[in-house]
């Protein structure tokens, strides 16, 4: 077949596709024209290489699908190597700078702090939620990223739950949702179709009954997907009980909100009807399993995989590593089943964080694997290095040893957009300095509340 009009033709690489046959090509050859790839073969199955406007060798290298970080909070860079220690939730805690206190100019520095260090690590797209998402949204697109993000939804005072104080108040709620409407309205499908909006109900604690009944109409309405944090703390299900008499699994249940269009981020405190409930409605699951590990919790990730759930994979706050979440997800999995079992493989773990999250999200028929007729939104990773080798099973090392810093390589919607390591379509130095500046006034403001 002729391919006369390639925009760019990588040749050499092994290519693991995470396709539905989990085909892996040795001396893989690809063709992107525009923004799809238009050829995908083993170069020993090619008469010749066509002609391509750019040709790169990669010998050495390994491509794989991007990565589709389903759910994180990039502002929450801000609290980076302190929050890991402090037990659960931080952002309700006094002396820790909390959403409602980040400056516009302060969310838009650590937003694109936070989008930059998934793009280099190989997410391809985030599902991001925080505040001042009008501002954060378009900040972090600039960089070359598919970008979901929402602002956080919900009816409790935010500056006022680290006090103790948890009443729900309808303008809040009202203003929230309506914000996140107007960000679907101005950024779904903007910047060549690489943005778009989830409704966030930040969770079912923060959310009144009420509140969550209406973000299910609205997503109803306009054909929205639905994220939030789902049973992420025995705080939060306590709440539940007694403010509602149920589960929070059961509350999203019975407002409409617990179906295949919802990413539920952690589950970790779900009974066993809860997994079983999630598992019917065929949620999915949003597993952070190394920011779980860090708080000392596992979720029941087997469990609610075999009830039904579609498994994904986010890096949540303070790291944008995905091919650590992936280790991470594979570890704990074993550790739960006390054994190395045939369906907890490194393939496994890849399409959490590939497919899946791009089925989460409602873009697997274009995103997810490598097939001729999707989009081009690769990694490429350069297995020249002491820690890959040598290799035998490119995708084991890969998940065992690999780590964000090996990406060499990304291509979003057929643009490079990271090449050798660095970022094409950012100033690194700006981006660090100033999330630095902004980390520093946040903790200064917050450690000034209790001193």
Same mark, same amino acid.
Do not use: F
């Given at each position: 077949m002729n391919h006369p009009n390639l925009d760019l033709l990588l040749t050499g690489a092994t290519v693991i596709t995470g396709d539905g046959a989990r085909r892996v090509i040795e001396d893989g050859v690809i063709g992107i024209a525009g923004s799809s790839i238009v050829l995908l073969d083993d170069r020993a199955a090619l008469p010749a290489l066509p002609p391509a406007r750019r040709t790169l060798g990669l010998d050495g290298h390994v491509i794989l699908p991007g990565f589709v970080n389903v759910h994180t909070h990039t502002i929450l860079t801000m609290v980076r190597g302190v929050a890991e220690d402090m037990g659960f939730a931080p952002a309700y805690t006094p002396g820790v700078p909390h959403g409602h206190e980040v400056t516009e100019e302060e969310a838009v520095a650590l937003a694109r702090l936070g989008a930059l260090e998934a793009l280099l690590f190989g997410s391809t797209l985030i599902n991001d939620s925080y505040v001042h998402a009008d501002l954060t949204l378009p900040a972090m697109a600039d960089l070359g990223l598919r970008v979901y993000t929402c602002g956080r939804v919900h009816d409790v005072d935010f500056s006022r739950?680290? @006090?103790?104080?948890?009443r729900h108040d309808p303008a809040i709620g009202e203003r929230t949702l309506n914000e996140a409407l107007r960000l679907h309205e101005r950024w779904g499908g903007q910047f060549g179709g690489r943005t778009g909006v989830q409704l966030t109900p930040h969770a079912p604690d923060t959310c009144s009954r009420e509140l969550l009944r209406q973000v299910a109409d609205s997503?109803?309405?306009?054909?929205?997907?639905?994220?939030?944090? @789902?049973?992420?703390?025995?705080?939060?299900?306590?709440?539940?009980?007694?403010?509602?008499? $149920?589960?929070? $699994?059961e509350l999203l249940d019975s407002v409409g909100l617990l179906n295949e269009r919802l990413v539920a981020a952690h589950g970790m405190y779900l009974s066993d009807d809860d997994i079983r409930r999630a598992g019917a409605a065929r949620i999915n699951l949003a597993h952070v399993p190394k920011g779980n590990a860090t708080g000392g919790r596992i979720a029941p990730t087997r469990a609610l995989r075999q009830a039904g759930a579609n498994l994904t994979l986010g890096t949540d706050n303070m790291h944008a590593d995905m091919i650590e979440v992936m280790r991470w997800a594979l570890c704990m999995a074993r550790i739960q089943a006390e054994k190395i079992e045939d369906d907890w493989q490194p393939e496994d773990v890849l399409e959490m964080a590939t497919i899946n999250g791009a089925r989460a999200m409602g873009l697997e028929d274009r995103l997810g694997s490598l097939e001729v007729g999707k989009c081009a939104d690769l990694v490429c990773l350069d297995m020249r290095r002491p820690h890959l080798v040598p290799r035998i099973d490119a995708l084991g090392n890969i998940v065992h040893t690999g780590q964000g810093r090996d990406v060499a390589m990304v291509i979003i919607d057929g643009d490079i957009v990271v090449e050798q390591g660095r970022a094409l379509k950012a100033d690194q130095d700006r981006i660090l300095a100033d999330a630095?500046?902004?980390s520093e006034a946040l903790w200064e403001r917050a450690r000034a509340q209790i001193a």
């Open positions: 739950v680290h @006090l103790g104080d948890w997503a109803a309405r306009h054909d929205m997907r639905v994220s939030t944090h @789902l049973s992420q703390s025995r705080l939060e299900n306590r709440r539940i009980q007694e403010r509602d008499g $149920c589960s929070p $699994c630095q500046a902004a």
